[in-house]
């Protein structure tokens, strides 16, 4: 049983210009490229997405931000609520405009939406988080998991956000002949 329970409700909902706003990550791990998990082995960046108990498709993990906390609180809360993970959240991709059909409410009659969306380098895996009974996890490279991505806002997320931040954090982090480290410390 989990001892963490997830927020529900739109009480604490913030709201700007019409737009309903939202917070959410990708999470991402490494995984050696060969069966052998010395340091010389190329590691390989995967992503977590979830499935989403109202349709097809893959989603990354994102909801309400709250009068109550930050945005990366809130995407961080969403991480742990919606796939059950923990870690370092590192910079925002961006922000992305949508429109939800089923989300619609007084302070946005129309159902838009502006997600903040994070780079999440998960250190847990939780047995155990609030949405477990509704939500699956998978991890996918990122072509799978661009394949896989219910909403084009996501996927724009993953290949345009998350794809070219990670490609500089790799340059900035290069050594010296301009090999990308694999340390994922050294990304923070």
Known sequence: MCDLVARTGRLQ????AGFRLVAGCIPFKYKHSDESSDATSEKVVEVLMINSPSGPGLLFPKGGWENDETV?????REAI????VRGVLMDCLGY???KSKT?????SPEGLCKAAMFALLVE???NSWPEQSTRERRWLSIPEAAEHCRYPWMRDALEDGFSNWY???MMMSSGEEGQPTSDPSSLE
Request: net charge negative.
């Open 13 to 16: 909902q913030r709201y700007e």
């Open 72 to 76: 990366e609180e809130a995407a961080v």
């Open 81 to 84: 609520e919606e796939a059950g």
């Open 96 to 98: 992305y405009h949508f």
């Open 103 to 107: 989300l619609q409410d007084e302070f």
């Open 124 to 126: 847990e895996e939780l």
């Open 167 to 169: 490609s500089k954090k």
